[in-house]
């Protein structure tokens, strides 16, 4: 099904620009999990389960370019931590997604091309883990890998309409990750639904030998990120609403409004937060040249 919808959306149709490479032997890997699992029974909540990943995560079966033309043919000699991790697990990795070349800049990349929001084709993912929040959104596969230095699983999960998450430096391992800023990258899950997120990070998380930062969390990894799924969750939560960046867009406006009144309706308190003038100032040619950007992309 996975397959037929990335036949349909991504390599036909309206060609999304979510993927660099479908992994060939996908099917095979599919149908040894299912003889596996009727033999001896399912590794855990992940087996069998088709997933992306960003392409600058190492698979020592498939390329791993970064969105990188000069890199298009290169095969790492080893797998990296959470390819590792997730394949242990029973994961299928059925593709490598598209993103800012070398998870930088916009989300364009001259061995993946322009990246389309699914939702509306004329409109940004977003970056730097784009290709991943198209998959997911598009529903070609259950969920998938993005890295996250300064936004890039957070900006495509909220444009792509998705779920996301930029661990706590040093809960998952980065062994065998291309690096932006080693002092702030993480790698996380996207996916549609936040028990998913939580399923993989069950597996997601834990020590990584070539990774030291993992050493600091050393007896902090939760026995199990699924208990933390609870309804009344907010309840008690104090959450800030920064209005200055407001009034560019009414729709958008309206979305935001509409999320805090169901925050307001699930327990949380929402606080308007000004921010001092300075700071703005300082921002305002960031968010100047960012708007110019988007007006670009979109």
Not at 5 to 13: C, D, L, P, Q, V
Not at 263 to 284: E, H, I, S
């Amino acid at each position: 099904m996975f397959l037929a919808r990335i036949e349909a959306y991504e390599k036909s149709g309206p060609r999304l620009h979510a993927l660099i490479t479908v992994n060939p032997k996908a099917l095979d890997d599919a149908r040894a999990l299912d003889a596996e699992r009727k033999a001896k029974g399912p590794r855990g909540p992940l087996h069998g389960i088709p997933i992306i990943l960003k392409d600058i995560i190492d698979t020592a079966d498939l390329p791993t370019t970064g969105g990188f033309y000069g890199l298009r043919d290169s095969i790492p000699p080893q797998d990296s931590e959470q390819a590792k991790r997730l394949r242990a697990a029973g994961c299928i990795i059925l593709a490598k997604a598209n993103l800012s070349e070398f998870a930088s800049a916009g989300s364009v990349s001259t061995l993946g091309g322009v990246m389309k929001n699914p939702h509306a084709l004329d409109r940004s993912p977003s970056g730097s883990s784009g290709g991943t929040g198209i998959g997911v959104a598009a529903w070609f596969a259950v969920f998938g890998l993005g890295t996250d230095t300064g936004g890039s699983i957070r900006g495509p999960s909220s444009a792509c309409g998705i779920v996301g998450l930029k661990p706590t430096l040093g809960l998952n391992g980065r062994g065998g990750i291309m690096p932006l800023a080693l002092s702030l990258d993480t790698v996380g899950p996207m996916a549609r639904h936040v028990a998913d997120i939580a399923a993989a990070l069950n597996v997601m998380a834990g020590p990584d030998p070539r990774d030291p930062a993992t050493k600091a969390n050393e007896g902090k990894i939760a026995p199990d990120y699924t208990t933390g799924l609870k309804p009344d969750a907010l309840k008690g939560a104090r959450l800030g609403l920064l209005r200055d960046f407001m009034k560019s867009d009414p729709a958008v406006d309206a979305v935001i409004e509409s999320a805090v009144t169901v925050l307001r309706k699930q327990g949380a308190t929402v606080v308007d937060v000004k921010l001092p003038r300075y700071v703005l100032a300082m921002n305002a040619d960031d968010l100047l040249l960012l708007r110019l950007e988007l007006s670009k992309e979109g």
